[in-house]
């Protein structure tokens, strides 16, 4: 939410490439516009996972391979255990999900002054029901930051944390672009 109305004049608070895509599949963005702010959010999310390394291994008996750096995954030995498809499914419908609301809350008919609101309750309730199942990423660039530090599973496990939000968020756009024009 703090994002969401503290960056929302800089950038339209864009922190996840899946939203960006959503608003280009939407029509709201172009293609260039999309490919400079996914680049940055890449970027972003790498330093920011990077400063987390540097906080946390100030911790003695830190180690990255044992408390990782906030990960996304799935299967044995990821926090419930989810499966595979089990956790394709939830990220891409709750990316879905929350790319359909940012796109609504954002849109021109929307309350004035509320979208942050919305969006933040909605990423706050998308976590409060995953975070057993993958760790909640609905953001390629929040998975891609830590993946690169930690290496391993989290590197193998990757590509469903870059496709499955990448889908969602396409369809919320394409979804939301086809629906009635509102004035």
Do not use: C
């Not at 680049?39 to 008996?61: C, N, R, T």
């Not at 919305?118 to 909640?136: K, P, R």
């Not at 930051?145 to 193998?156: D, H, K, S």
Request: net charge neutral; hydrophobic share 55%; glycine share 16%.
């Amino acid at each position: 939410m703090a994002a969401a109305y503290g960056l929302g004049a800089i950038s339209g608070a864009h922190l996840n490439p899946a939203v960006s895509l959503g608003m280009m599949t939407a029509g709201r963005m172009t293609r260039a516009e999309f490919l400079a702010y996914a680049a940055a959010q890449v970027l972003g999310a790498i330093l920011g996972a990077a400063v987390l390394y540097l906080i946390a291994s100030g911790k003695a008996d830190y180690s990255l391979a044992t408390n990782g750096l906030g990960q996304n995954g799935y299967g044995a030995g990821y926090l419930g255990e989810y499966s595979a498809s089990a956790a394709l499914v939830f990220e891409f419908s709750l990316t879905f999900v929350f790319v359909t609301v940012i796109l609504g809350a954002t849109s021109a008919g929307a309350a004035s002054g509320f979208a942050g609101l919305a969006i933040g309750l909605t990423l706050a309730a998308i976590h409060l029901v995953g975070i057993d199942v993958t760790g909640v990423s609905v953001n390629p660039a929040r998975s891609i930051g830590p993946a690169l530090f930690v290496g391993g599973t989290a590197m193998a496990q990757l590509w469903l944390f870059i496709v499955a939000p990448l889908a969602g968020g396409a369809l919320a756009g394409i979804i939301h672009k086809a629906g009635p024009t509102r004035t």
